[in-house]
């Protein structure tokens, strides 16, 4: 599929639009190839999002040597870099099902709810009592009693460094997943 996506581009047959249709046929042939109804991963995606190399290794294969060995390491990194990319995301959803089903059983009110979800998915910064009571529009004593029932129930914990101000966090954290 490296040779087949590197030689389509480098015809580039339509006026506009080559970039997309190859990323396109990339995916769906590497879809065909597995033989497995389910696929998580996105080729078009991770070039996206490394789109600026992927643009520098086809425009210096196709002005070079017309060797494509870089090409093809560099298509193959990808591919695995899109692999590990979606295995982060299928673990960080599995586990977000296996918080709340160990969780099912305690009473949360939306304000608790809401807060659970931001810090599963992709919360920035610390949590604080002031940004707890800033994003449910409450006041800061409403979001330190929401904080302390949830450490009571062992959902929250504060953070091990102290500080000038208290920061928490969840006592289970997402697991890492392989990062090369």
């Known amino acids: 599929m490296a040779i087949q996506h590197y030689q389509f581009e480098s015809i580039h047959p339509f006026e506009d639009g080559n970039g997309r249709i190859t990323r396109a046929i990339t995916d769906m042939v590497l879809t065909k190839s597995e033989n497995n109804v389910q696929r998580f991963y996105s080729m078009s995606s991770q070039i996206e999002k490394e789109r600026k190399d992927y643009y520098y290794i086809l425009e210096a294969t196709q002005k070079g040597t017309l060797d494509i060995t870089n090409w093809l390491f560099w298509f193959l990194n990808c591919l695995k870099r899109a692999i590990i990319s979606s295995d982060k995301v299928v673990n960080k959803v599995l586990f977000k099902h296996q918080f709340w089903n160990i969780h099912n059983n305690k009473q949360l009110n939306k304000r608790q709810i809401k807060i659970i979800n931001l810090l599963l998915d992709n919360f920035v910064g610390k949590l604080k009592t002031s940004k707890w009571a800033k994003i449910n529009k409450c006041s800061s004593d409403t979001a330190l009693?929401?904080?302390?029932?949830?450490?009571?129930?062992?959902?929250?914990?504060?953070?091990?460094?102290?500080?000038?101000?208290?920061?928490?966090?969840?006592?289970?954290?997402?697991?890492?997943?392989?990062d090369n």
């Open 145 to 178: 009693r929401d904080i302390q029932d949830l450490i009571a129930k062992n959902i929250l914990k504060k953070e091990a460094q102290g500080g000038r101000s208290t920061n928490y966090e969840l006592v289970d954290k997402i697991p890492n997943v392989i």
